[in-house]
């Protein structure tokens, strides 16, 4: 329940333990979000802004941050589905349990009553010997705190602010897709890796720009299919306009991979 904009409670920044999910075990394919009224018809983003909304595993842990569950699922304004070709998914037993963390505002004149809403592809009775699982790494240029910097803004006409974190593979196996988040002002984010020759860039664009939070309406994402080895290092690398400071940017890329040697 939002009220108007630039009203006290104009904006949802909150967590929730449980949220739905679909019974039983299975394999995850496919995850759409959007944010929709009471009758399910989406909400324009020139009305709500969908700042973030997390989706997390209680039963497991972020490969790379001790202090956060598994981030398994995740969007922005950006609305970035996220697709497993086959043989993989996300595996989730039958006993796990979703939380869930948004950030939703209220750009119109009026109060709203809004549901963030995902739909969820699934494949029952996926095991072990039908579908190779995928691990989510949940990769952050701030690394494993708030998620938020500042671009300074001090470069002067068409610079740009650049924010790099290395990361390192934990096991061998198959790296399987990308995708990204970045705020009003973000040009790209890359997972590159300078050994292998990866470069997967994927640009930011501003067909639903609106407001005060001018925020990308897409972004491309990475279908790749790459052998990867224990102890590779990756670089993901978040670029901003560097002419106007710019509060609260984020750089995140979520990227999936099966661990195997096959």
Request: with cysteine; proline share 6%; charged share 15%.
């Amino acid at each position: 329940n939002l009220a108007a904009a630039g009203q006290p409670g104009s904006e949802s920044e909150t967590a929730q333990a449980t949220v739905p999910r679909p019974a039983g075990a299975f394999g995850m394919k496919a995850i759409d979000f959007d944010i929709v009224d009471a009758a399910g018809n989406p909400v324009g983003h020139q009305d709500v802004h969908l700042h973030h909304v997390v989706l997390m595993n209680r039963a497991r842990q972020s490969q790379y941050c001790s202090n956060w569950p598994e981030r398994f699922a995740a969007s922005g304004s950006e609305r970035t589905p996220i697709r497993f070709p086959d043989p993989y998914a996300y595996m989730v037993g039958a006993n796990e349990t979703w939380s869930a963390l948004w950030h939703i505002m209220n750009e119109s004149t009026t109060a709203r009553q809004v549901y963030i809403q995902y739909k969820v592809a699934y494949q029952p009775g996926a095991t072990a010997t039908n579908t190779r699982g995928v691990t989510p790494f949940f990769l952050d240029v701030t690394g494993c705190g708030a998620s938020e910097y500042d671009i300074p803004g001090d470069g002067g006409a068409g610079s740009v602010h650049t924010a790099t974190r290395t990361w390192s593979m934990p096991w061998d196996g198959y790296m399987v897709g990308a995708g990204g988040h970045l705020h009003g002002g973000g040009i790209d984010i890359a997972l590159r890796d300078e050994a292998t020759g990866l470069q997967c860039t994927m640009k930011a664009h501003y067909e639903h720009s609106h407001g005060s939070h001018d925020a990308p309406g897409s972004i491309d994402s990475c279908p790749i299919h790459l052998e990867v080895d224990a102890g590779q290092r990756f670089s993901l690398v978040a670029r901003y306009e560097n002419d106007e400071p710019i509060d609260g940017a984020m750089g995140i890329s979520m990227a999936f991979a099966w661990r195997g040697d096959q």
